[in-house]
């Protein structure tokens, strides 16, 4: 009987490493959705180029500019990926850091935002959607616990 039991915590003990890895391998992939949006920067600062396809030229789009629409559209598919590896809840501050910070690029008006504050003002908007995430989270679970509680009166009162 002894030897069961060991052997069944060995083996929930391996599961949780491997489930662990895999909630790590879902941060990695988490943050990597949020820094590949600046993957067309990284290439101009080191000036590397690769040839687009023409139709893209003749529309006009330059290479920095192609090089952020594939990103765009490869950046949520990556943030999917590592929601379904169960990713830890941190991870996802990068790429909420990162879309608001091209949101406010987008929106930005020099004479409102100051481009020294951009950045805090990013940072600032990533912390209250991460509180209102957490808050969600929160209630969430306390609505689920006051129906189970609510669910267990029930039965308590109908035996």
């Known amino acids: 009987m002894i030897d069961q039991v060991q052997g069944t ?14 909630r790590i391998i ?4 988490i ?10 920067k990284i290439m101009a600062l080191f000036n590397y180029q690769f040839i687009i396809p023409e139709k893209f030229l003749l ?20 943030l999917v990926t590592g929601a379904l590896l169960r990713s830890y809840s941190v991870s996802y501050l990068v ?11 987008l929106l930005k008006d020099y004479k409102i ?16 959607i991460a509180f209102v995430i957490q808050a969600i989270k929160y209630l969430q679970i306390y609505n ?5 509680k609510l669910a267990k009166k029930k039965i308590l009162e109908n035996e």
């Open 113 to 128: 935002i100051d481009d020294g504050y951009l950045y805090w003002y990013t940072f600032g908007m990533t912390l209250l």
């Open 31 to 40: 943050v990597l959705s949020g820094v590949i949006l600046y993957v067309d």
């Open 9 to 22: 915590k060995n083996k929930v003990l391996k599961n949780e490493s491997k489930f662990t890895a895999t």
């Open 95 to 105: 790429p909420i850091y990162c879309y608001v910070l091209q949101l406010l690029f």
């Open 26 to 29: 879902g941060s990695i992939a």
């Open 144 to 148: 689920i616990k006051r129906e189970i």
């Open 59 to 78: 529309a006009g789009i330059n290479f920095q500019t192609f090089v952020w629409l594939m990103s765009q559209t490869i950046s949520p598919l990556i």
